[in-house]
């Protein structure tokens, strides 16, 4: 669990501001999957999907954020990785 001050999980429980840092994403992030769990019982199941739902989402920030901007810095200071991979 993050564990941001009082006043910040305040704030971000009344959809006031955006989540500042690591720590507050960290904990807007649970608190979600947590009023997931609420909506039915605890069950595999249930926990299942939020890790399947947690791991396309990272996956998908990866495809569509971190590769391009990977390959953007690559195309500025150049490869580290030899052609062809080996």
């Given at each position: 669990?993050?564990?941001?001050?009082?006043?910040?999980?305040?704030?971000?429980?009344?959809?006031?501001?955006?989540?500042?840092?690591?720590?507050?994403l960290n904990?807007?992030?649970?608190?979600?999957?947590?009023s997931y769990?609420?909506?039915?019982?605890?069950?595999?199941?249930?926990?299942?999907?939020?890790?399947?739902?947690?791991?396309?989402?990272?996956?998908?920030?990866?495809?569509?954020?971190?590769?391009?901007?990977?390959?953007?810095?690559?195309?500025?200071?150049?490869?580290?990785?030899?052609?062809?991979?080996?």
């Open positions: 669990m993050p564990y941001i001050t009082k006043t910040a999980r305040q704030v971000l429980d009344a959809g006031q501001d955006a989540p500042m840092d690591a720590g507050e904990y807007a992030v649970t608190k979600l999957c947590l769990l609420d909506e039915g019982a605890m069950s595999y199941r249930r926990l299942n999907e939020i890790i399947g739902v947690l791991e396309c989402a990272k996956l998908e920030v990866y495809r569509r954020m971190v590769a391009p901007y990977e390959d953007e810095k690559m195309a500025e200071s150049g490869d580290v990785y030899p052609v062809g991979g080996g």
